[in-house]
């Protein structure tokens, strides 16, 4: 299986700031690469797919990049509504793994 | 807007056979793959499998001597059977739509059922 690893694990932010999340790729996926945001006791929801595209409907100051091994999601100017845990996910092949979560934390 | 609701006992004894229905409501369950995705308390997510709306499947290998899925299009809704259970599979479970499109993601999620297994 491939194994997704995301750093960090948790991160706190201030509304307003910029943050970075990196997931990483045992083996290359090419941009077979998805992100996903999860509230407590909410569906998951999925914020870019294929590493860079903006799933409808998601704010633009979220944004994916990366191919291969090394992925990065980034949020411009946090919002209230952001503080989450965040999850890449690999669909190059089956079985799809996710790494195991970045919980964004208010500051 | 599609719409996914998991429904099912949420406690199953150990040995016993999990089962869960997804509901799918605005919007069709044909033409689409549906999944099983599971969280451990405290544990990443983990993929149980796929059924296509013709029911053809295909089901994470470290699960899938146990699994079972069924697809009733009549009723839009899809089923998971997880037979043999160990307090292991006490997780939140999610139904979503997918993989979807060319990059196979999951782009619509239930909120998710908590089963335990006890006894």
């Known amino acids: 299986d491939i194994q997704m690893t995301q750093s960090p694990s948790s991160l706190s932010a201030s509304v307003g700031d910029r943050v970075t999340i990196t997931c990483r790729a045992s083996q290359s996926v090419g941009t077979y690469l998805n992100w996903y945001q999860h509230k407590p006791g909410k569906a998951p929801n999925l914020l870019i797919y294929?590493?860079?595209s903006l799933q409808g409907g998601v704010p633009s100051r979220f944004s994916g990049s990366g191919s291969g091994t090394d992925f990065t999601l980034t949020i411009r100017s946090l919002q209230p509504e952001d503080f989450a845990t965040y999850y890449c996910?690999?669909?190059?092949?089956?079985?799809?793994?996710f790494g195991q979560g970045t919980r964004l934390q208010i500051k | 807007q599609v719409k996914l609701q998991e429904s099912g006992p949420g406690l199953v004894k150990p040995s016993e056979t999990l089962s869960l229905t997804c509901t799918v409501t605005g919007g069709s369950i044909s033409s689409y793959y549906w999944s099983w995705i599971r969280q451990p308390p405290g544990k990443g997510l983990e993929w149980i499998g796929y059924?296509?709306?013709?029911?053809?499947?295909n089901y994470n290998p470290s699960l899938k001597s146990r699994v079972t899925t069924s697809v009733d299009t009549s009723k839009s809704q899809f089923s998971l059977k997880l037979s043999s259970v160990t307090a292991a599979d006490t997780a939140v479970y999610y139904c979503a739509r997918g993989p979807s499109g060319s990059y196979l993601h999951f782009d619509y999620w239930g909120q998710g059922t908590l089963v335990t297994v006890s006894s």
């Open positions: 059924i296509y709306y013709t029911g053809s499947t």
């Open positions: 996910q690999q669909s190059y092949t089956m079985p799809y793994t």
């Open positions: 294929a590493a860079s």
